[in-house]
């Protein structure tokens, strides 16, 4: 059996996975990791966090959501054992909007969660107006320390883990939502100028495409895997 490694979105709760692990195949063992919800790491200290909880007698993908993706690629990176695939959904390998660059100046006055939430729940659910996912993003945003939602924006702004993707040597699949409101087309194009060989498959829904799109989103991640050399 193969297991799927979850590497959440900035919630980093991994209770948004909720609706994706019961339908991914039988076969795939899930395993989703939680953030630190009271202590404002960065992704480097992301990454060695995720790095202690990989398995170390069976092999693995790892799948990035959103702000996890430098994570999973840092990780990637590094060719850890077991490692077969790597999933990238909705994410970047460097800041995604540079043009909010400066709103790190900000980090210190901003109230979170809800300023967070009502600037950016329109961007993750685009048309969607699904109240259940509406309410369990608000549940998940309300268990994380406010210090811990600036350290990672702040991360956002400033990450740039472009010269590791050059390291990756296993097969990368990119889920992108077709009606992405918040990680422009610009973000798996610049992936790719990277990691020409990466699998770029687009999906129709919004940025929280595991969350509104559960079944598509399973079918493609469980495809990429049987391509995958020695896949078990």
């Not at 992405?180 to 790719?192: K, V």
Request: glycine content about 4%; some cysteine.
């Amino acid at each position: 059996m193969t297991a799927l490694i979850l590497l959440p979105g900035m919630d980093g709760t991994g209770t948004l996975f909720a609706d994706l692990v019961p339908v991914l195949p039988p076969d795939l063992r899930p395993v989703v990791v939680a953030y630190p919800m009271d202590r404002p790491l960065g992704y480097a200290e992301l990454t060695q966090f995720v790095s202690e909880q990989l398995p170390s007698n069976e092999p693995y993908v790892l799948l990035g959501e959103s702000f996890s993706g430098p994570v999973a690629i840092g990780l990637a990176a590094k060719r850890p054992a077991g490692l077969a695939g790597l999933v990238l959904c909705a994410t970047f390998a460097k800041n995604p909007r540079p043009a909010l660059a400066p709103l790190r100046l900000l980090l210190g006055i901003l109230p979170f969660p809800l300023w967070m939430l009502s600037l950016v729940s329109p961007l993750l659910l685009s048309s969607n107006r699904d109240k259940r996912i509406s309410r369990a993003l608000r549940i998940a945003a309300a268990c994380v320390n406010a210090r811990v939602w600036r350290a990672r924006l702040r991360a956002v702004l400033d990450v740039d883990v472009s010269a590791e993707l050059k390291s990756v040597e296993v097969p990368i699949l990119y889920l992108q939502a077709a009606d992405d409101r918040l990680i422009p087309p610009s973000a798996a194009r610049f992936i790719t100028e990277q990691v020409s060989s990466m699998e770029v498959l687009q999906i129709d829904g919004p940025h929280l495409l595991l969350q509104t799109r559960p079944h598509a989103s399973a079918a493609a991640i469980s495809a990429f895997m049987r391509q995958i050399p020695d896949w078990q």
